[in-house]
């Protein structure tokens, strides 16, 4: 089961690029990364996914090292309505039984 | 869109009845899964199920029983409830093929906040 270490809190002034860094020393060479997104009162939504380099969406980017034992999920320009909880997830496409979600990160954006 | 459906937002259940917590979900996938969410605790996986009348335990199911009987409906059930079962509820599901959807992505829905007194 490959578990993922990231910080419990951040905070950003609206505007400002976000780089939320995850840990996953352990992860198998099926896995992918996949990272969440949840507000309060709702269920987590899927915002991107990748197995290395980088990977955009219109939402966000998702940095992977050669290594593959981290990753950065980058938002740019956050606004208010961007604070939430993040989660980095490993897992491969066998099943999602195996994914661990963890505290994940809290990234409160300030006026 | 995927369309994960739990029947209840909110319940208000006493210590030592039976609860019910229903799932449904739209796009014929093949997994569903329940997870209680709690402050500090992030979400923790209680049952999952990859068909129709398979479950297997998640990481803490003590206290909680599953039912899949259709492939759409997955139910969380905990016999007794007791004070320490007040939680958020989330259930979730994804499909194992490969093509349409992504890498074990999960469809999540609104969640049910189950108090017990």
């Known amino acids: 089961l490959a578990k993922t270490t990231q910080p419990i809190s951040m905070d950003s002034y609206e505007g400002q690029e976000v780089n939320i860094t995850c840990s996953h020393n352990?992860?198998?060479?099926?896995?992918?990364i996949t990272w969440y997104q949840q507000f309060p009162s709702q269920g987590p939504r899927f915002i991107i996914q990748?197995?290395?380099t980088k990977v955009t969406n219109e939402v966000a980017s998702l940095f992977i090292p050669a290594d593959r034992k981290s990753s950065t999920l980058s938002l740019p320009r956050v606004s208010l309505s961007d604070t939430a909880v993040y989660y980095c997830?490993?897992?491969?496409?066998?099943?999602?039984?195996?994914?661990?979600f963890g505290t994940g990160t809290r990234l409160t954006v300030i006026p | 869109d995927v369309k994960v459906t739990q029947s209840s937002r909110y319940l208000v259940k006493r210590t030592g009845e039976k609860v019910f917590l229903e799932c449904v979900q739209d796009?014929?996938?093949?997994?569903m899964f329940w997870y209680r969410q709690d402050p500090g605790l992030g979400l923790r996986l209680i049952y999952f199920?990859?068909?129709?009348?398979?479950?297997e335990k998640g990481d803490i199911p003590e206290g909680y029983s599953v039912s899949r009987e259709k492939k759409e409906r997955f139910s969380l059930i905990l016999e007794s409830a007791s004070t320490n079962q007040t939680s958020m509820y989330l259930c979730?599901?994804?499909?194992?093929?490969?093509?349409?959807?992504?890498?074990?992505?999960?469809?999540f829905g609104e969640g049910s906040r189950l108090t017990v007194l």
């Open positions: 796009m014929d996938h093949e997994n």
């Open positions: 979730a599901s994804s499909s194992p093929k490969t093509g349409r959807y992504r890498a074990g992505e999960l469809f």
């Open positions: 199920s990859y068909d129709v009348k398979m479950k």
């Open positions: 997830l490993v897992g491969d496409r066998a099943g999602a039984n195996n994914l661990f």
């Open positions: 352990n992860i198998a060479t099926n896995d992918y």
């Open positions: 990748g197995y290395k």
